[in-house]
């Protein structure tokens, strides 16, 4: 049996076979691409906003309660972070999640509980930091679309 000669097969691409079966992975790769720029823009509005309030904070209280919440800002990002990873596998198609996550917001809170000189709120409301920078990303890309 001879091989089939290569001039008399019908290219990938006339035959139309390429087109479908890059378009799944081209769609994936940008989605990918959006993802990461999305996770990119998060951890730079979390860190701004941290900025902008620990300086606030320690202007307007004591630097105290500045720190307090800078522990709890920076236990957010190590949050989000691990949000974003879970995130991630799910776009690479695992399913399970892990519940990490939870449990390092409970021992934060069980942490600043039991320590004295640690404060819950500024602690809590540090960790929330996270959340107002996804409300401000939300915001920014509602009402001014064109600056995504």
């Known amino acids: 049996m001879n091989p089939p000669n290569p001039s008399e097969q019908p290219r990938q691409d006339e035959v139309g076979d390429i087109a479908p079966s890059d378009a799944p992975a081209s769609e994936t790769n940008a989605s990918l691409q959006e993802f990461y720029q999305l996770q990119q823009r998060l951890f730079v509005y979390t860190l701004v906003m941290t900025a902008v309030i620990f300086a606030s904070v320690w202007i307007g209280y ?14 957010g990002v190590v949050y989000l972070r691990m949000l974003a990873r879970d995130v991630e596998r799910i776009g690479q198609g695992e399913r399970k999640l892990v519940p990490s996550r939870l449990a390092l917001f409970i021992g934060l809170i069980i942490v600043a509980t039991q ?19 996804i409300v401000v990303y939300m915001l920014q890309t509602t009402l001014l679309p064109e600056s995504k």
């Open 62 to 75: 004591d630097l105290h309660i500045a720190i307090n919440y800078l522990l709890g800002a920076c236990v």
């Open 115 to 133: 320590w004295d000189q640690l404060e819950i709120v500024p602690i809590f409301l540090g960790f929330l930091t996270y959340k107002a920078a």
